[in-house]
Nanobody
Framework: QVQLVESGGGVVRAGGSLRLSCAGS????????MGWFRQAAGKERELIAH????????GYADSVKGRFTISRDNAKNTVNLQMNSLIPEDTAVYYC???????????WGQGTQVTVSP
């Protein structure tokens, strides 16, 4: 059974940092693009960071650029999201995803809540 399991969410004050991790199992993810989506209450799910399968090139939504960093460890089947300078608008459920085309993921994690207090 293929699974993605996120960890590291929680409550943090504005200006603080959190590190999300996502561990994959059931198959190798090194040949898939991986990314992080988030969904705030009442809003659509959006892709905020992604990392390619081959070159490891990264991309970010404008809302997190310069504050968030995505990385992956193919040997461990993991992808991480370092979130710095958090603001209340970052409050959302964060989902790890993987797929040949990251905008259409084949696999999703269950989500982890991140809450940033003022």
């Amino acid at each position: 059974q293929v699974q993605l399991v996120e960890s590291g969410g929680g409550v943090v004050r504005a200006g603080g940092s959190l590190r999300l991790s996502c561990a994959g199992s059931g198959r190798t993810f090194s040949n898939l693009g991986m990314g992080w989506f988030r969904q705030a209450a009442g809003k659509e799910r959006e892709l905020i960071a992604h990392i390619s399968r081959r070159t490891g090139s990264t991309g970010y939504a404008d809302s997190v650029k310069g504050r968030f960093t995505i990385s992956r460890d193919n040997a461990k089947n993991t992808v991480n999201l370092q979130m710095n300078s958090l603001i209340p608008e970052d409050t959302a459920v964060y989902y790890c995803a993987a797929g040949l085309v990251i905008m259409r993921p084949n696999y999703w994690g269950q989500g982890t809540q991140v809450t940033v207090s003022p």
